[in-house]
């Protein structure tokens, strides 16, 4: 009787993986009769819940379209990170390169990311690339913690998911999708030479259409705890389509670039970007050299990205 009602609550409470997750967890209790004994009725319905939510979890997070694509031998490379051992565009002259030489991405970051994730966080890496941060925040939050990596361009993509297997990041999902202010299709323009500087928005040297979509609608129910943002430009448009989950959010930390360039070139002001996020309750900061946050005005903000030589900085908004 025990177990009968235990199977009953666990058949009728929700699963975040939806109908597949529900289909999944019917599955496993059909699957899982119990034993003669009480202690073995029991064990096993504590075995059943724990194999439903196992099962669930499997066919939910590791479906057909998300198992890794075979990759072409001749156009990545294998390199050893601080991450993990990760496969790389063979023809990127921008962060293979960088890898290939220091065994790390964006230090600064990387060091950020290390201090303010804990185990059973959430964190959405947008703009994941090839999964060097995401590889590296899914060994930070554990079996516990979950990593939604967003990437739109096709062969970033299938080297995301080559590197999340590789690691075992079994706490990840990849949703190959650009996040932006609306839910649809946006151009994409490529950089072959830099495969971190794809482009959306540009409909001059535009080779393909993405599906884009806000964070709000992909992450209905979710609470996030840790956002990294890097969108060439577009970061801003990022944060409005989560505007949403902000009004649930008492706190929230993002990591986000500001380029200016990348902004100017769309018509938007900086300034008014960076007015903005305080609008939204965040506290403001700019991303030092050793990864500290330090607190900054939005005029600060701006001056110091226009001072940089590559027009931009990586800065932090926080809500605590």
């Known amino acids: 009787l025990q177990l009968d009602q235990g199977a009953a609550r666990l058949r009728a409470s929700p699963s975040r993986f939806g109908r597949a997750g529900l289909m999944a967890r019917a599955a496993v209790l059909r699957a899982t009769r119990p034993l003669a004994t009480p202690q073995l009725l029991l064990d096993e319905r504590l075995l059943a819940g ?17 198992f890794p694509e075979p990759l072409g031998s001749r156009t990545v490379t294998d390199v050893r990170t601080d991450a993990g051992d990760l496969y790389l565009h063979a023809d990127d002259s921008v962060m293979t390169p960088s890898i290939r030489e220091n065994g790390l991405w964006e230090p600064a970051e990387g060091a950020f990311l290390r201090r303010a994730l804990r185990p059973g966080h959430t964190f ?61 299709f946006l151009p994409l323009r490529l950089n072959e030479e830099n495969r971190g500087d794809h482009q959306v928005g540009w409909q001059q040297g535009a080779t393909t259409l993405v599906p884009c979509a806000r964070i709000d609608d992909l992450l209905v129910g979710h609470s996030v705890d840790v956002i990294k943002i890097d969108t060439q430009g577009v970061d801003h448009d990022v944060i409005a389509g989560l505007s949403g989950m902000l009004d649930k959010a008492a706190r929230m930390t993002i990591m986000c670039e500001f380029w200016l360039d990348g902004m100017k070139a769309r018509g938007v002001d900086p300034l008014a970007v960076a007015e903005g996020y305080r609008q939204l309750g965040f506290e403001l900061a700019l991303l030092g050299a050793d990864g500290e946050p330090n607190g900054a005005w939005p005029a600060e903000i701006v001056a110091t990205a226009q001072a940089d030589y590559r027009r931009y900085v990586n800065i932090v908004l926080c809500r605590s």
Do not use: M
């Not at 724990?50 to 057909?64: H, I, N, Y």
């Open 124 to 184: 959405v890496d947008v703009g994941a690339n090839i999964g060097y941060f995401s590889v590296l925040a899914s060994g930070i939050l554990g079996p516990e913690g979950r990593v939604i990596a967003i990437e739109p361009e096709a062969r970033n993509v299938a080297l995301l998911k080559a590197n999340l297997w590789r690691n075992g990041c079994g706490n990840a999902v990849v949703l190959p999708v650009a996040a932006h202010v609306e839910t649809g």
């Open 50 to 66: 724990l194999r439903a939510v196992a099962f669930e979890t499997s066919v939910a997070q590791r479906g057909a379209s998300s």
